[in-house]
């Protein structure tokens, strides 16, 4: 009995101890918003220029981030970390983030807004950009104003840069390159069925909507 009593209690002890230690690890991966607006500094170069232009792999305005969810922006870090998505520069500047870092950028931008007061439903688009919209599903994942996704860790592209959706549709495509492209089975199949030209058609329509990511100015270089 007494055996079985110190076995119950050691399981017990162990028990909450591994509790306590997962509670703890769960409140430290929660991003910082202080933090991350003093870490931001390397991303205002870029991100903090309106229409402030990607040279590589091609020419286009780099993305509005600031507005995005923060589960958003911790997937696309954690992809380009990974070499999930592959462009040089966001591979390296992932790639120096640790965890935390990546939590708290997320919760910096996830924590901004522009208030816009969105419609629930974006203006219906013309007949052949609408049957494309249609025919790639973006409505399901996206949201029916194409800013409140299905899933906070899917983008909001209502009124995104027209040439970076446009880029970013193409990466999808694009395989064994160590340079280019994005592995996402879903985007890519999705992606795959639509010619540059009608990848370029539904771009101008998605980024010409009311949106809610914006670009923050620069106020001043730290």
Known sequence: MRQTSSNYITRFVAGVTLGLAASAGAIAAEGNVKA?????????GCHGIPGYQ???????KVPMITGQSAKYIESALTQYHKGE???PTMRGIAGSLTEQDILDLA?????QSNGAQLP?????????VAALLTKG?????????FSKPLDPSYPKIAGQH??????????YTVTGNDLVGRNNAIMGGIAKQFTHAEMKAMAKDLGSLPGEVFTKPVERFR
């Open 36 to 44: 991350g607006a003093d870490k931001a500094a390397m991303c205002i």
């Open 54 to 60: 990607n040279a590589f792999p091609e020419v286009y």
């Open 85 to 87: 998505r592959k462009h």
């Open 107 to 111: 919760a910096y931008y996830g924590s």
């Open 120 to 128: 629930d439903a974006a203006a219906v688009a013309p007949e052949a």
């Open 137 to 145: 599903g973006c409505v399901a994942c996206h949201g029916a104003n």
């Open 162 to 171: 027209p040439d970076y959706l446009y880029a970013a549709l193409k990466a």
